[in-house]
Every structure is written in C-alpha cells, then in structure tokens.
C-alpha cells in the first residue's frame, strides 16, 4: 500500500473517530453512565495517596452503602480500605461548613463488589482474530525494549504499561480482540508517555492511535475505544480539544504503528513471539 493511500486511511478512521465520539454522548448509555459516575466522590490528593497505599490495583472506590445502591455487594471476608473524611457541624450550609476534625471511613474496591454490571460508554471487543497478528504486536513492543505478559488482571483493568519494568501486561481474560486492541494502546504508552505528567491527553492519544491502527487491521474497535476516549475527555467536547492538540502524534504514531503491522509476514519469519 502507498504512503499517501495509507494516509488517506488514517484521516478518514481519525474523523470517524471525532465523529463517534459526538454521537456516543447524545445516547442513553452515556447518560447512563454519566448517573452512574455522579454517584463517586472526588477523591483528595491525600485520599488517592492513601487508596494507593493500601490497594495500588483499585480502580473505583466508593462506601458500602454506595455500592449497594449500584446493585453491587461487598463480597463477605473482604478487608476495607480507609480514607479519611471530615467532620463538620451539622447546619444548613452542609459541605460548605469549616470541619472541625476528621475521621477515617471505609470503603471498597469495585474489585472486592459483585452484582450488577455497572453501566459503561465501552463494550469490549469480541472480534476473532489470528493470532499471529497479538504475535506482531509482540514483537513491535519487544523492538522497543518492552516485555509482554498475558495474565489475569481483574475486573474492567484490560492491559497495563509499566515504563519502569519496561512491562506490558494484558488481561489474559478477554477476548483475543480486545487482547490485541489493549496490546496496542499500552505500546502507544511505551512509545510516548514514560513521562507524561497529563494523564487524560495520554489515555485519549494512546485509544485513539489503537482504534486508527485496528481500524487498519480491519477491525472495528469503535464499541470500546469512542466510550474510553469520550470517558477520559469529561464528554465530546473536552474530548475533541484534546484530540485536536494531539492530532499530529496520533497521526504519526499511528501510521508507525500500522507500517509495522504491514511488515509482520517478513517479522514472523524465523524468530520468535515474546508474549508469555
């Protein structure tokens, strides 16, 4: 395929990104989600650090009672983690009062509930595919110094970057779709964000340069990645100004990606996949 046809290919999957990501936000799901999400507090810097402190893996934190209201249990003989909470005179003005000291709470990890799926803009992809193309994305992380593991991760946590360890590692769970569509947003992450301090304008480049190069392997990853990018951007339009500044280095990378991909017969031949 020529450079010029290949580029063609990665504006058009760029504005159909752009495109769904408007769509999604008008649709009962992202409300849905939206009513799901008011339901969590905001966490303080000192909060997040003692969450850390205690479970470095918890993605989602919220009270028992919370969880309950989401239709999920806290599973007996789970250990609860403590943040702490201030303590204010009761009033009319509520939060807005001064506290006059705090006290620690208990809260659960999204992975110490069971119940009801929470709601969710993302749907994992569920498309088959070879695996030799998961084998190619192997090798593009091994040429970059990072190793790739497959292993259980835990509910809703579908691949990791560790820039440190110069380790990927992808939830060995989930569909070989989804595997290969993780596997290339964690390699958009060892290619650019080992030291990023803006987390949203990493996840959004890292989703967006995964759906452009699936959507070159011809799969359509556009049920996950609108959802994570619209997710991570607060809505389209937060979205859509982070995908603007970015355009250039998802472009780029992007097309690197997709011109590696291109070459995965010749990087099959006589050597080995470094996916364990």
């Given at each position: 395929?020529?450079?010029?046809?290949e580029t063609?290919?990665t504006?058009?999957?760029?504005?159909?990104?752009?495109?769904?990501?408007l769509?999604?936000?008008?649709?009962?799901?992202?409300?849905?989600?939206?009513?799901m999400?008011?339901?969590?507090?905001s966490?303080s810097a000192?909060?997040i650090?003692l969450?850390a402190?205690?479970?470095?893996e918890a993605?989602?934190?919220a009270?028992?009672?919370t969880?309950?209201?989401l239709?999920?249990?806290v599973r007996k003989?789970e250990k609860?983690?403590?943040?702490?909470?201030?303590?204010?005179?009761?009033?009319?003005?509520?939060?807005?009062?001064?506290p006059?000291?705090?006290?620690?709470?208990?809260?659960?990890?999204l992975?110490?509930?069971?119940?009801d799926?929470l709601p969710?803009?993302?749907?994992v992809v569920a498309?088959?595919?070879?695996r030799?193309?998961i084998e190619?994305a192997?090798?593009?992380a091994?040429?970059?110094?990072f190793a790739v593991?497959?292993?259980?991760?835990?509910?809703?946590?579908?691949?990791v970057?560790?820039?440190a360890a110069?380790?990927i590692?992808i939830?060995?769970?989930d569909p070989?779709?989804q595997?290969?569509?993780s596997l290339?947003?964690?390699?958009?992450?060892?290619?650019?964000?080992?030291?990023?301090?803006?987390r949203t304008r990493?996840?959004?480049e890292?989703e967006?340069i995964a759906?452009?190069?699936?959507?070159?392997?011809?799969?359509?990853?556009?049920?996950?990645?609108f959802?994570y990018?619209?997710?991570?951007?607060?809505?389209?339009?937060?979205?859509?100004e982070v995908?603007?500044?970015?355009a250039?280095?998802?472009?780029?990378?992007?097309l690197f990606?997709?011109?590696?991909?291109?070459?995965?017969?010749?990087?099959?031949?006589g050597?080995?996949?470094?996916?364990?």
């Amino acid at each position: 395929m020529s450079a010029t046809a290949e580029t063609d290919i990665t504006e058009n999957a760029f504005s159909r990104l752009t495109a769904g990501i408007l769509n999604l936000c008008t649709t009962d799901r992202w409300m849905e989600w939206l009513t799901m999400v008011n339901r969590f507090r905001s966490y303080s810097a000192r909060n997040i650090l003692l969450i850390a402190s205690q479970r470095p893996e918890a993605t989602r934190v919220a009270s028992y009672s919370t969880w309950k209201r989401l239709g999920r249990q806290v599973r007996k003989g789970e250990k609860a983690l403590y943040i702490v909470a201030p303590l204010r005179p009761s009033s009319e003005e509520g939060e807005d009062t001064v506290p006059f000291g705090f006290r620690y709470v208990p809260v659960f990890d999204l992975a110490q509930t069971e119940g009801d799926d929470l709601p969710s803009p993302c749907e994992v992809v569920a498309a088959q595919i070879d695996r030799s193309t998961i084998e190619d994305a192997c090798r593009i992380a091994a040429s970059l110094g990072f190793a790739v593991t497959f292993q259980e991760l835990g509910r809703d946590t579908h691949g990791v970057c560790r820039p440190a360890a110069k380790a990927i590692e992808i939830n060995a769970g989930d569909p070989e779709g989804q595997q290969l569509k993780s596997l290339i947003h964690e390699i958009s992450h060892a290619m650019l964000h080992a030291s990023c301090p803006d987390r949203t304008r990493a996840e959004i480049e890292a989703e967006s340069i995964a759906y452009i190069v699936m959507n070159h392997l011809g799969i359509d990853s556009s049920q996950y990645s609108f959802g994570y990018v619209a997710t991570w951007g607060k809505g389209g339009n937060s979205a859509l100004e982070v995908l603007r500044k970015s355009a250039t280095t998802i472009r780029t990378t992007a097309l690197f990606l997709c011109d590696q991909f291109d070459r995965g017969a010749s990087l099959r031949i006589g050597r080995s996949a470094t996916c364990a």
